[in-house]
């Protein structure tokens, strides 16, 4: 109804204008009646409607507030006495596991024993028994295959290796830098060896030789020359006393 009533063309807003269309209608033509009695009778219906409905809402908006404020009471209420019964049952749980402590030890340890035993002489033969009739020997199945796996695997990488490692040694030994860097390996070893031999061989063997050879050439020079030293000077007295005996022979 009232969205027939603001469909009315008496009710329409025209949006350059923000009066309605009734107010315009009636300064031009007063004598003109938009508005029926039986419309202005649901208008007030309506209005009458609306105003219970508020009443409605204010007093259901207590009622909930009402509620509400009970609600809260009843959870403190609630959360108090959840606290209590906690506390209650913390008590009694204590209380119990000190009277009951000792029993809860020896009931333990009682268990504890009674389950090695029981281990000990059922479970453990029971996994004696399958691991020697079953488990060992898929073991061992497993390790024979795993074995040969592994030796092949082995062989085959081996071969390969020692095939690229030949290849590579052989191309690395006739390479122009390898042989380069030998032979000067070799040389420089090879020469500081020589010369330490060489030197150890002059100092050992030609220095003595060298030493016994002048001592045997000085000794016999020395000799030559004490005896023609020896020879000339017997030469000279001769030849003196010749001299002197041809100057007597004059004089006399």
């Known amino acids: 109804e009232v969205q027939e009533i603001l469909s009315s063309p008496c009710y329409y807003v025209s949006p350059h204008s ?4 009734q107010h ?11 508005v029926p009695d039986t419309t202005n009778n649901k208008l007030k219906e309506i209005e ?42 913390l008590k009694a749980i204590s209380d119990g596991t000190v009277r009951c402590g000792l029993d809860q030890e020896r009931l333990a340890s009682q268990i504890i024993k009674e389950v090695q035993s029981a281990v000990l002489s059922n479970v453990l033969p029971q996994v004696t028994t399958e691991f020697k009739n079953n488990i060992k020997k898929d ?9 040969e796996i592994v030796q092949t695997e082995l062989t085959q990488r081996l071969t390969l290796t020692d095939q690229a490692l030949k290849e590579n040694l052989h191309k690395m030994v006739r390479s122009k830098p390898i042989v380069e860097l030998l032979a000067s390996s070799l040389t420089g070893a090879a020469t500081a060896s020589m010369e330490q031999l060489y030197k150890d061989t002059f100092v050992k063997i030609a220095v003595p030789l060298f030493e016994n050879a002048c001592t045997t050439m000085f000794k016999q020079i020395n000799e030559a020359l004490t005896q023609g030293l020896q020879e000339y000077v017997k030469e000279t007295e001769l030849y003196s006393n010749k001299s002197n005996d041809r100057t007597n022979v004059e004089l006399v």
């Open 18 to 21: 923000p009066q309605p269309q």
């Open 24 to 34: 315009v209608m009636t300064t031009q033509s007063p004598n003109i009646n938009c």
């Open 48 to 89: 009458h409607t609306i105003n219970s409905l508020k009443g409605d809402m204010s007093a259901l908006t207590q009622a909930l507030q009402n509620h509400s404020s009970e609600i809260q009471i009843l959870r403190e209420e609630l959360r108090l006495s959840r606290a209590n019964s906690d506390n209650e049952i």
């Open 139 to 147: 073991v061992n199945e497993t390790l024979i295959d795993l074995k």
